[in-house]
């Protein structure tokens, strides 16, 4: 009876293995000669300042902005491959849904970039 489901558990098990040989190993086998920059905290492009801002300062919407959208199509992209899969056994319902899909999809990228949320300057 749960003889179906033991390929799966043997996965599950392999990959906790590798995470946790991965974790385990990483200290031993990773660099270990650090310098000054390798030290220094990395605020996305923004230079760090040695004195703490009060609130602990403002980062820019931009920022947020392109997270959201590579989050928004990245999302696309993972809608899209188990079409991309099935493609031959959904026909004409299944090639109307991921036009409509795409469609939506195309309308929101036209929308930003025609906003300026493409932009870096």
Do not use: H
């Not at 385990?24 to 703490?52: D, M």
């Not at 319902?93 to 949320?117: H, K, M, P, S």
């Amino acid at each position: 009876m749960l003889q179906p489901y033991l390929p799966l558990v043997l996965m599950f098990a392999l990959a906790g293995a590798f995470a946790l040989f991965s974790v385990t190993a990483a200290p031993f086998v990773g660099p270990r000669r650090y310098n000054k920059a390798k030290l220094e905290a990395y605020e996305c492009g923004i230079e760090p300042s040695p004195q703490p801002m009060v609130g602990g300062g403002r980062m820019p919407v931009a920022y947020y902005l392109t997270a959201m959208l590579f989050i928004l199509f990245d999302i696309e992209m993972v809608f899209l491959y188990p079409f991309a899969v099935t493609a031959d056994s959904l026909g004409l319902f299944g090639l109307v849904e991921i036009v409509l899909f795409i469609g939506t999809v195309g309308f929101a990228y036209i929308y930003v970039w025609r906003r300026g949320g493409l932009d870096w300057n």
